[in-house]
C-alpha cells in the first residue's frame, strides 16, 4: 500500500528555518539523510522529493481565452508544501510509525520536534491515466 | 526544469465533487488522461498521482508511550492535497500553460472547473548550470 | 534484467553503436527507423549475449538484427500503406532521410556526433538524440538519467527526428563551409552533457555521474580527429581538470563542499596532468577560446597543493581575457571573486553591482552566494549573514541550500560568540 508523507510550513516558518543554529541544522540535516537511507535499507522507499522555497509560489488557473492567469499573493497562513516522501508499506498503521519517526526530526532550540505529518493514501499512479 | 503543478482542495470542495454526475467526472478524467498523453508525448511528462480524500488523512505528531499520536480532526477550511503532477519544461511560463489546461479540465455541465493550481520548483533535482567546483 | 556485471558487454555495445548505426543507415536511407531499429538490436544484445557469449564479429551481428528489423519494418509499413491511405502520410511524415550520407572517411561516430547536432533541435533533443545515436545509450539509461520516465524520452528522441525532418534543414554531415558552425554545436552539447553530470553528483539523485564520463568518451572521439583545434582540445581539457575533483567535490553525506575547503589528495592527479598537457599543446598555437581559457583557470586551481596556494592573479587575467569573449553572468560573477580575491573584497563587490540589474542571471542564489562570501570577507558580518539566508532561499538544491544556512549560522553563531563580554 502506498502513503504520502507530506510536511507542510507557512512562510514565516520557512525564514525561521535559515536562522536556525549550526548545531540544529546539522543535526536536521543528519537525521533527513538517515531517515531517507532507512527508508531505502528497509525497502520501504518509493520517492522524496524537496520542494523549491515557496517565494516563487505561484496560484495558476484557466483564463477566459486558455492564458493562464497566475498570481503570486498568499495569506501568511498558507501552508506550502515542503517536501514528501513516498513510502510502500503493508499497513497504515506502519505509515504511521514511519511518519512519527520523522516528526520526532531534531528541531530548533536543540529539541527533538513533534513536526506534524500528514500521511495519506496514493491512490494508484499513472497507470490510471492509461499511461 | 522540473515542476510540480499541486492540486489542492477543502473538505467541502471535495464533497462537491463527489456529487458530481459520473458523468461529469468521467468527462474531467478524459481530459486529464488527454493531457497526460499529450505531455508524453511532447516530452514534458514526468509523473502524476492521485491522494485519497480528506476522510483518509491522518496527522501524525510524534509518539506517546511509543504509539503514534495521530489525529484525523480538521479545521474546515483546511486545504488538502488532492493529487499533483510533476512536469519537465523549458521554461516556467511552460508550466504555467499546462496548469492553465488542468485547470481548464471540465467540471459539472462541461464547465471548465478553473480550479487553482499551485506551480512550485523543485529543491531535489539538481539544475543544469549549477555551481561547478 | 542484466546482471551489472556485464559491464565490457555493456561498453562494447556503446562503442559499436555508431558503427553499427552508419551502415544501416547508408542501406536504407531512413535515419529515423534505422536508429529505432539499432537500439533494438543493442537491447536484443544486451538480453542474449551473457546468456550466449559474444559473436565472433558483434558488429556483424548487430547490423544483421538491425537490418532485419529494418526490413520488417519495412514489410509492415508497404502492408499498411496498401490498407490505409493514412498511414502511408504517418510513414512519411516520420521517415527522415538522410540526405546526404557519403563516405566521409571520418570516424562513423564523428560524422553521427555532427548530424545529431542538428541546428532545428533544442539543446535538450540534441542531447536525448546524441545520446542515443551516439553514445549508444539506451532509452531507459537516458530517462534515468534525466530523471523522466522512458516514455517521455522516447518521445522527445522521436520529436528530435521529426523536428530534423521539418525544418527543411538537411540531414547530414556538414558541407565544408558548415562544419566550424557545426562543429560549436557539438561542442556546446556536450559541454551540456558534462556539466548536467557533474552538477549532480551531489543530493539524492545519485548515478548521474556517468553523464560526465560519457561526455569526455564522446569529447575524446572529436578530439581524436581534431586534435589541432584548440577549442575541441580546451573542451577535452576543461573536462578533464573539472572532472579530477569530483571525488573531493562532495562529503560522503552527500553535502556539498567548496573548493577552497576540498581535499585535494583525492583529485585525481592523471586527469590533471591530462589535462595539462592538452592544454600545453594547444596553447601556444594561437587564437585562444572560451573553452581554453576555461580550462586554463581549471589548470590554475587545479595546480595548487592548497586553496592559499592559488594563483589568483593568473586567474584574474584569463577571466579578464574570458570576460572580453562572452557576457555570460557566471563568469561575470567567477570574475567578481578572483578581483576580491586579488584586489580586495570591496573590488569584488563593485564588480557585482553591475549584475545587480542583469535580468539573465536566472541563478539569483549564486550572485547572493557570492555576495554574502565577499561581505564576509569584509568583515561586514551581519550583512553576510542576510545574503546567505537570501541566497539559501533561492538554492536549486538541498545540499546547496544546507551549505549556505550553515555559512549563515556559523557566522552568526561566530557574531553572537564574539560579542560576549568576557568574564
Not at chain 3, 544501416?24 to 536511407?29: A, D, E, H, L
Not at chain 3, 535515419?31 to 551473457?50: H, M, R, S
Not at chain 3, 547536432?117 to 546524441?130: E, F, G, K, Q
Request: net charge negative; proline share 6%; aromatic share 6%.
Amino acid at each position: 500500500m502506498k502513503f504520502i508523507l507530506m510536511m507542510t510550513a507557512k512562510k514565516a516558518d520557512w525564514d525561521e528555518y535559515t536562522k536556525w543554529s549550526k548545531g540544529d541544522l546539522e543535526r536536521n540535516v543528519a537525521f533527513m539523510r538517515a531517515f531517507s537511507k532507512e527508508l531505502k535499507d528497509s525497502g520501504v522507499f518509493v520517492a522524496t522529493e524537496g520542494l523549491a522555497w515557496p517565494g516563487e509560489a505561484k496560484m495558476v488557473h484557466a483564463g477566459k481565452n486558455g492564458e493562464p492567469i497566475t498570481d503570486g499573493v498568499f495569506p501568511e497562513s498558507k501552508e506550502f508544501l515542503a517536501g514528501y516522501w513516498i513510502i510502500d508499506v503493508e499497513s497504515p498503521e506502519q505509515a504511521y510509525k514511519i511518519a512519527a519517526r520523522v516528526s520526532a526530526a531534531p528541531g530548533s532550540g536543540g529539541k527533538s520536534g513533534s513536526v506534524p505529518v500528514e500521511v495519506r493514501p496514493v491512490l494508484g499512479s499513472h497507470a490510471d491515466l492509461g499511461l | 526544469m522540473k515542476y510540480i503543478l499541486l492540486m489542492t482542495g477543502t473538505k467541502v470542495g471535495v464533497e462537491s465533487y463527489l456529487a458530481w454526475s459520473q458523468k461529469d467526472r468521467d468527462a474531467h478524467m478524459t481530459v486529464l488522461e488527454r493531457i497526460a498523453k499529450e505531455l508524453t508525448s511532447s516530452g514534458e511528462f514526468v509523473t502524476t498521482q492521485g491522494l485519497a480524500g480528506p476522510e483518509e488523512a491522518n496527522v501524525v505528531r510524534g509518539e506517546k508511550g511509543g504509539m503514534p499520536v495521530t489525529d484525523g480532526v480538521f479545521p474546515e477550511s483546511k486545504e488538502f492535497l488532492l493529487g499533483y503532477w510533476i512536469v519537465d519544461v523549458a521554461t516556467r511560463e511552460r508550466a504555467y500553460a499546462i496548469a492553465g489546461r488542468i485547470s481548464a479540465a471540465p467540471g459539472p455541465g462541461g464547465m471548465p472547473t478553473n480550479m487553482p493550481i499551485e506551480v512550485r520548483g523543485f529543491a531535489t533535482y539538481p539544475g543544469p548550470g549549477s555551481d561547478r567546483r | 534484467m542484466p546482471d551489472p556485471s556485464d559491464r565490457p558487454i555493456a561498453h562494447l555495445l556503446r562503442e559499436l553503436a555508431p558503427q553499427v548505426l552508419s551502415p544501416v543507415v547508408r542501406r536504407f536511407r531512413d535515419f529515423a527507423a534505422a536508429e529505432d531499429a539499432v537500439q533494438e538490436a543493442l537491447i536484443a544484445a544486451t538480453a542474449q549475449w551473457p546468456r550466449e557469449g559474444v559473436p565472433a564479429n558483434p558488429r556483424a551481428w548487430l547490423i544483421q538484427v538491425a537490418s532485419r528489423r529494418m526490413a520488417d519494418h519495412i514489410r509492415s509499413e508497404v502492408a499498411r500503406r496498401h490498407r490505409e491511405q493514412v498511414v502511408a502520410e504517418e510513414t512519411e511524415r516520420l521517415a527522415l532521410p538522410v540526405d546526404a550520407f557519403t563516405e566521409t572517411g571520418e570516424d562513423d561516430a564523428l560524422v553521427l556526433l555532427f548530424m545529431c547536432c542538428h541546428p532545428a533541435l533544442t539543446p535538450a533533443s540534441a542531447i536525448a538524440l546524441t545520446l542515443r545515436a551516439v553514445g549508444g545509450l539506451t532509452t531507459a539509461e537516458i530517462a534515468n538519467a534525466f530523471l523522466v520516465p522512458e516514455a517521455t524520452m522516447a518521445q522527445r528522441i522521436t520529436r528530435a527526428k521529426q523536428s530534423i525532418k521539418e525544418s527543411g534543414i538537411p540531414f547530414q554531415f556538414p558541407t565544408a563551409e558548415d562544419r566550424a558552425q557545426r562543429l560549436r554545436a557539438v561542442l556546446h552539447v556536450l559541454y551540456l552533457i558534462f556539466n548536467e553530470g557533474y552538477a549532480s553528483s551531489a543530493g539524492p539523485h545519485l548515478r548521474r555521474a556517468d553523464l560526465s564520463d560519457e561526455a569526455i568518451r564522446l569529447t575524446r572521439i572529436v578530439y581524436h580527429r581534431q586534435s589541432d583545434n584548440g577549442e575541441v582540445a580546451g573542451l577535452l581539457a576543461l573536462m578533464l581538470l573539472t572532472d579530477a575533483r569530483r571525488a573531493a567535490r562532495t562529503s560522503p553525506d552527500g553535502e556539498l563542499i567548496p573548493l577552497a575547503q576540498q581535499n585535494r589528495t583525492l583529485w585525481d592527479r592523471q586527469q590533471i596532468a591530462e589535462g595539462i598537457a592538452l592544454l600545453s599543446a594547444v596553447l601556444p598555437k594561437g587564437s585562444v577560446g572560451p573553452y581554453q581559457l576555461q580550462a586554463a583557470i581549471a589548470a590554475v586551481h587545479d595546480e595548487a597543493a592548497r586553496a592559499e596556494d592559488t594563483d589568483w592573479s593568473q586567474i584574474l587575467a584569463l577571466y579578464d581575457l574570458l570576460k572580453r569573449m562572452s557576457d555570460n553572468p557566471m563568469i561575470l560573477l567567477n570574475h567578481a571573486i578572483a578581483a576580491a580575491m586579488v584586489h580586495g573584497p570591496r573590488k569584488g563587490l563593485e564588480l557585482l553591482g553591475a549584475l545587480d540589474s542583469d535580468p539573465r542571471l536566472a541563478e539569483r542564489h549564486r550572485l547572493e552566494a557570492v555576495r554574502a562570501h565577499l561581505l564576509e570577507m569584509a568583515g561586514e558580518h551581519e550583512a553576510a549573514i542576510t545574503h546567505y539566508r537570501s541566497a539559501a532561499s533561492r538554492a536549486p538544491s538541498i545540499p546547496e541550500r544546507n551549505y549556505l544556512m550553515l555559512q549563515a549560522a556559523r557566522l552568526s553563531e561566530f557574531l553572537s560568540t564574539d560579542h560576549k563580554a568576557p568574564d
